[in-house]
């Protein structure tokens, strides 16, 4: 990294394209992200439904897929007014305006799935 760069330029070069997308694909990074996100978060219950039950899936310019693999956590996101603060916390993150696309998956069959390209 040169002095000159900034950390959003060092996330930007790490994309990838696929499919006309740029598509983050440093799962460490992923993982960075949400730690993050969780400690911006200031709400308690927020923070602790989410933390270990959100999975990036993938970051495009289009915005961020989340896999969650709770229920709690998917009906703090049905809440807009959750949905909106988290995607506010999320694009302090990322250090620029994000759209979050969450999907729901039962966590045997996530897991189940990940298993089968080991």
């Known amino acids: 990294m040169t002095n000159t760069q900034t950390e959003e330029e060092i996330v930007l070069s790490s994309f990838a394209k696929e499919r006309n997308?740029?598509?983050?694909?440093?799962?460490?990074?992923?993982?960075d992200i949400l730690t993050q996100m969780t400690e911006k978060?200031?709400?308690?219950?927020i923070r602790n439904s989410l933390k270990d039950s959100?999975?990036?899936?993938?970051?495009?310019?289009?915005?961020v897929y989340l896999?969650?693999?709770?229920?709690?956590?998917?009906?703090?996101?049905?809440?807009?007014?959750n949905m909106r603060y988290i995607e506010?916390?999320?694009?302090?993150v990322m250090g620029k305006p994000v759209t979050i696309h969450l999907t729901f998956e039962n966590k045997e069959n996530y897991f189940n799935r990940k298993l089968?390209?080991?």
């Open 21 to 31: 997308h740029e598509v983050v694909e440093d799962l460490v990074s992923f993982e």
């Open 41 to 45: 978060i200031d709400k308690p219950s």
């Open 54 to 63: 959100l999975i990036i899936n993938k970051i495009t310019n289009e915005g």
């Open 67 to 81: 896999i969650t693999i709770s229920k709690v956590a998917q009906l703090i996101f049905s809440n807009k007014e």
């Open 88 to 92: 506010e916390k999320l694009s302090e």
């Open 116 to 118: 089968e390209h080991i």
